[in-house]
């Protein structure tokens, strides 16, 4: 190898080098991201279900006053979607438990036609 090859090699291999610190440093954002996700995923999830069991105690207690359970228990459900919907966060199957803010969503809207 001659010094014009070596200089010519160099200079690739620094191009490939500073190529794949720029793709190091999108994937530490990326990881980032996905860690501060998961984060307030976790945290999201932790809170339905409190909210579910809450819900869960709540519609256990009111089920032991009355008779036709299996009715009643389809009705229950649906109420207790109702309340997440108004609480802010999606039931449909697209992205349920997440919040939707003020907006509808149609989604979940076909829930309740
Ligand atoms: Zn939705």
Redesign the pocket.
């Known amino acids: 190898m001659n010094k014009k090859e070596m200089l010519e090699h160099f200079s690739s291999f620094e191009k490939k080098f500073t190529e794949l610190q720029e793709d190091l440093v999108k994937l530490k954002t990326n990881l980032v991201q996905l860690v501060e996700e998961n984060h307030q995923l976790a945290h999201e999830n932790h809170h339905l279900r409190q909210r579910l069991d809450d819900l869960r105690s709540e519609s256990e207690s009111e089920s032991e006053k009355t008779n036709g359970e299996n009715m009643q228990a389809v009705g229950e459900g649906y109420d207790n979607l109702a309340r997440i919907y108004e609480e802010g966060f ?3 199957h ?2 349920f438990g997440t919040p ?1 803010g003020e907006k509808d ?1 149609i ?2 809207l076909k829930f309740f036609e």
Do not use: A, P
């Open positions: 999606h039931i449909c697209v992205y939707r969503c989604f979940c």
